[in-house]
């Protein structure tokens, strides 16, 4: 099985940029959690999907940030016009019923 | 969710016990404990969870007070690789429109 898969693993991007960061949960994980880890602080939940549903949102910025699960394809975490702020790893978890599994992240550097 | 609460910081020896304690005295009834860890920067990872009796798996030993407001981890032979910060969180069933929120953790130092 594989597990929770984070691409890219790697991002940079400049000011004013957009940034997509893409999961794929676990085979049969209908539930997607995206998490934010700033430098050197803990994890902030963000956004809590199931397919094609938002079921809570309630970590997320009221501005530039969307999150998608579609019914086929991986979740989208999306973020607009990037600002320095928003450099951190940002990690992806999927469920079933019981305990979240974790991806490896994706690091989001912006210049 | 109920919060948490857990020492900073602790070190042990390799080989040994290490015990991580947590407090979660407003904790309801069907709260769980949960215990995961994150290694450097790479994704938390899953320890083990249980509601009110104590649980063992290949990698630790929950115990749970009977009360339930409080529990400890337990790692029977700490390595080095065992290094990392360790949250304890209760929460709901998660996947089950519930979220785990994570708090500082206690960073577990384990010395040659």
């Known amino acids: 099985n594989a597990g929770v898969m984070q691409n890219p693993r790697h991002l940079v991007r400049r000011r004013g940029q957009e940034a997509r960061l893409r999961c794929s949960p676990m085979k049969g994980h209908s539930h997607v959690y995206w998490y934010r880890q700033l430098p050197e602080e803990g994890l902030k939940f963000m956004v809590y999907l199931q397919k094609e549903n938002i079921i809570d949102e309630s970590g997320m910025p009221k501005e530039r940030f969307s999150a998608e699960f579609p019914k086929e394809g991986p979740s989208i975490l999306r973020i607009q016009q990037v600002v320095r702020g928003d450099s951190a790893a940002y990690f992806c978890?999927?469920?079933?019923?019981?305990?979240?599994?974790f991806g490896e992240g994706s690091r989001l550097t912006v210049l | 969710d109920a919060k948490t609460t857990q020492p900073p910081s602790m070190d042990c020896a390799e080989g040994r016990a290490a015990n991580l304690p947590c407090n979660h005295s407003?904790?309801?009834?069907?709260?769980?404990v949960y215990w995961y860890r994150q290694i450097h920067s790479q994704g938390p990872q899953y320890i083990i969870h249980g509601l009110k009796n104590n649980e063992t798996n290949e990698m630790a030993s929950l115990i749970i007070t009977e009360d339930r407001k409080s529990s400890t981890l337990i790692l029977p032979h700490a390595t080095l690789r065992d290094t990392a910060v360790y949250y304890c969180?209760?929460?709901?069933?998660?996947?089950?429109?519930?979220?785990?929120?994570f708090g500082k953790g206690i960073t577990l130092s384990v010395r040659p």
């Open positions: 969180i209760v929460s709901y069933v998660t996947g089950a429109n519930s979220k785990l929120t």
């Open positions: 978890a999927s469920s079933p019923p019981g305990e979240l599994f």
């Open positions: 407003t904790i309801s009834g069907n709260e769980y």
